[in-house]
């Protein structure tokens, strides 16, 4: 890993959270010592680019868009945020445009204002994002938590709640519209798995088989799931990510990415993600 930037720390009893100011990207969550999030060797932590690994925040546009120039995933992960209030479990940071690269600034010239907010308890994290929009002029968006998991042995693990709903097969892309229903009680992946659960109404998602116990995203007005994992040829492909790590990590992401959200002037949007260790 390169240069250690800001972070933040949170404890209460045996849990610890980190969040770095850069992208207000949560590093690390430990419950009694044990690692809950991937976090690449070979990830920049000093703002020269997005983490690799923890939980980059997606905001204004999920993936690429026709019509944004942004990059991937937006700018919100290469962000600077503010930490303004602190207690021992919660932390919460605010991001504004004077906070954006400026390059990033002026390819999305639009007023918002940002609230992430992190809470631990025991066995615990929650991880809510607050969208405002103080503009004169609506503006639309989508946005995900993109989780990483630490999982010890891919191979091993499944993810349960998702059978049912639609999804787009990003590595093998429909020809028509038509979507594919997920007919699988546990997701496992066994290969190179980039899928956009659509409108997931069950708001449970379990990870099972970690490694070290199972986890539980509970989520809350995010729609849309998404599960991937690079495999080894994306492994190897990607500067800031071991060839070895797809073996140890599983991002499910909550996110609402289907359809753009506009947002009025003076509203505001939130969505929450709650992580919990569910068994040992
Ligand atoms: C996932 C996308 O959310 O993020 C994948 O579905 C993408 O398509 C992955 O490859 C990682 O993106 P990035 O920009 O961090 O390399």
Redesign the pocket.
């Known amino acids: 890993m390169t240069g250690k930037g800001d972070t933040v720390t949170l404890t209460i009893g045996t849990s610890t959270a980190e969040i770095y100011l850069f992208g207000a990207t949560l590093t690390s969550w430990k419950t009694d010592g044990v690692e809950r999030i991937f976090v690449s060797e070979t990830a920049h932590l000093d703002g020269s680019k997005?983490i690799?690994g923890g939980i980059?925040l997606?905001f204004p546009h999920?993936?690429t868009v026709a019509t944004s120039k942004l990059?991937?995933?937006g700018f919100a992960r290469n962000s600077s945020w503010e930490c303004v209030k602190k207690t021992e479990s919660t932390a919460e940071f605010h991001l504004k445009p004077d906070g954006v690269p400026t390059k990033l600034r002026e390819l999305w010239p639009h007023d918002f204002h940002l609230i992430y907010t992190v809470t631990l308890a025991a066995n615990t994290l929650k991880t809510s994002l607050t969208i405002n929009n103080p503009s004169q002029e609506a503006w639309d968006f989508t946005t995900?938590l993109?989780t990483y998991f630490a999982v010890k042995d891919i191979s091993r693990v499944k993810v349960a709640g998702l059978k049912g709903y639609a999804f787009l097969d990003?590595v093998n892309p429909p020809e028509g519209d038509a979507k594919p229903e997920e007919s699988r009680e546990h997701v496992n992946v066994a290969g190179e798995v980039?899928r956009?659960y659509e409108a997931v109404s069950n708001n449970k998602i379990t990870i099972l088989e970690t490694g070290s116990g199972d986890v539980e995203v509970h989520k809350s007005h995010f729609p849309d799931v998404?599960v991937?994992n690079?495999w080894i040829e994306?492994a190897k492909a990607?500067a800031d990510f071991g060839d070895e790590d797809y073996r140890k990590m599983i991002?499910v992401?909550v996110g609402s990415v289907t359809d753009f959200i506009s947002l009025a002037p003076g509203k505001t949007w939130e969505g929450s993600q709650t992580l919990v260790v569910a068994r040992l």
Do not use: I, N, S, T
Request: glycine content about 4%.
């Open positions: 997005a690799r980059p997606v999920f993936g990059p991937q995933h995900l993109h990003k980039d956009v998404v991937w690079p994306k990607m991002c992401e």
